[in-house]
């Protein structure tokens, strides 16, 4: 399986996390609601801008996700920036932007992760 | 078949602990393995057979006048995984389903069992869909001829 560059880092500003268990809910009109989760791992949505130095890296980024990944629907594993697990993740839908404010570059992409 | 202590918990529990995951296999006479899935993200073994993590959705049993209830069920194909055994089965004819339910704590114990015929299957590129049932003997005719204003229009 491929691994996510180590020449991109996840940067903390602009990262958000929504895990889910695909919890099924009663609609009833009164009452206590039931509850009951449909998985028994979440798949953890995460709102990530991924940094990259220059123009070369970027380059190199557009490459992996083209050939590593199958333009962006295939599994990597990602190293978790929150508690440094590893896990398997993937580019939701295969869709990033890039933006530069000036010499780095940074995508703005969500990913999905098992757990 | 009915629940065990545990599995009647979770069901009726307000907020269950766990979830109660469908499996579904799949068993035609072209097929050396038959096809086992999970309706979950990660893969479990029940009763020392691995049932792989797939999507599907089961549409139970209707209660219509003059008809067999019948359910349907509908796999994720983009995988492609049910294509080619499709293709070489003459379209699944003849193929059985069974649906089980079983707790992630308790893998080895069957809250439900149920085995169905699997009938009108087709394909997309998204989903094989299929219907659940079983064929309706009783509207069968007992005996290979018999008297009615068709075979015999003289006698009535």
């Not at chain 2, 089965?89 to 149920?114: F, Q, T, Y």
Request: aromatic share 6%.
């Amino acid at each position: 399986m491929a691994t996510f560059p180590s020449y991109a880092r996840i940067i903390e500003p602009g990262y958000g996390e929504a895990p889910d268990y695909g919890v099924l809910r009663s609609p009833m009109d009164d009452g206590l609601a039931k509850q009951r989760p449909r998985r028994t791992l979440p798949v953890v949505g995460r709102d990530v801008q991924i940094l990259v130095l220059d123009k070369h890296d970027k380059l190199e980024f557009d490459k992996w996700v083209k050939t590593e990944i199958n333009g962006g629907t295939g599994w990597f594993d990602l190293v978790d920036p929150v508690d440094d697990v590893q896990k398997k993740a993937r580019i939701v839908a295969g869709k990033y932007r890039w933006s530069t404010p000036g010499g780095v570059w940074i995508a703005s992409c969500q990913l999905e992760t098992l757990g | 078949m009915s629940l065990t202590q545990k599995g009647r918990r979770n069901v009726l529990a307000t907020s269950a602990d766990e979830p109660m995951l469908m499996l579904l296999e799949i068993t035609h006479a072209d097929l050396a393995v038959p096809i086992r899935v999970v309706n979950d993200n990660q893969k479990i073994t029940v009763l020392g057979n691995e049932y792989i993590a797939c999507p599907f959705q089961i549409t139970l049993a209707d209660d219509q006048d003059q008809q067999v209830p019948k359910a349907a069920v509908s796999v994720d194909n983009i995988g492609r995984e049910l294509t080619t055994w499709l293709e070489t089965s003459n379209g699944g004819k003849g193929a059985k389903l069974r649906v089980m339910a079983v707790l992630p704590s308790s893998p080895d114990i069957l809250e439900v069992d149920m085995k169905m015929d699997l009938s009108g299957l087709s394909i997309n590129n998204e989903t094989v869909d299929g219907e659940l049932g079983y064929r309706n003997t009783m509207m069968r005719a007992a005996v290979g001829m018999r008297y009615d204003p068709i075979s015999s229009p003289g006698v009535f």
